[in-house]
């Protein structure tokens, strides 16, 4: 059975930072395309960063240059490095792992975790 446990969520002010992390168990990490996605109330799901089939990173235009994902196969996980983090960053984050379509396009993709929250205070 897969599965992705998420951590590393809280609250912090803007210009503070966050890690998420991520872990998969249940299937060969290196076979699946994984990434970070996010939910604020009231919104559509959202992709943030992603790694694509040549395991080149992805980010959403809104967090470019403030986020960078990055992975780690020995422990089968995944990362989310969140600088300067502004109001509107406010959501809950999901890590999600196989999707035959574009990494940053939440609706492929097969398994998800139970999501990690960040508030980001003004």
């Known amino acids: 059975q897969v599965q992705l446990v998420e951590s590393g969520g809280g609250s912090v002010q803007t210009g503070g930072s966050l890690r998420l992390s991520c872990v998969l168990s249940?299937?060969?990490?290196?076979?699946?395309?994984m990434g970070w996605f996010r939910q604020a109330p009231g919104k559509a799901r959202e992709g943030v960063a992603a790694?694509?089939?040549?395991?080149?990173?992805n980010y959403a235009t809104s967090v470019k240059g403030r986020f960078t994902i990055s992975r780690d196969n020995i422990k089968n996980s995944l990362y989310l490095e969140m600088n300067n983090l502004k109001p509107e960053d406010t959501a809950m984050y999901y890590c999600?792992?196989?999707?035959?379509?574009?990494?940053?396009?939440?609706?492929?993709?097969?398994?998800w975790g139970q999501g990690t929250p960040v508030t980001v205070s003004s």
């Open positions: 249940g299937y060969s990490y290196g076979s699946y395309l």
């Open positions: 790694f694509d089939r040549d395991r080149n990173p």
């Open positions: 999600a792992a196989d999707t035959p379509f574009g990494p940053m396009w939440p609706g492929g993709y097969k398994y």
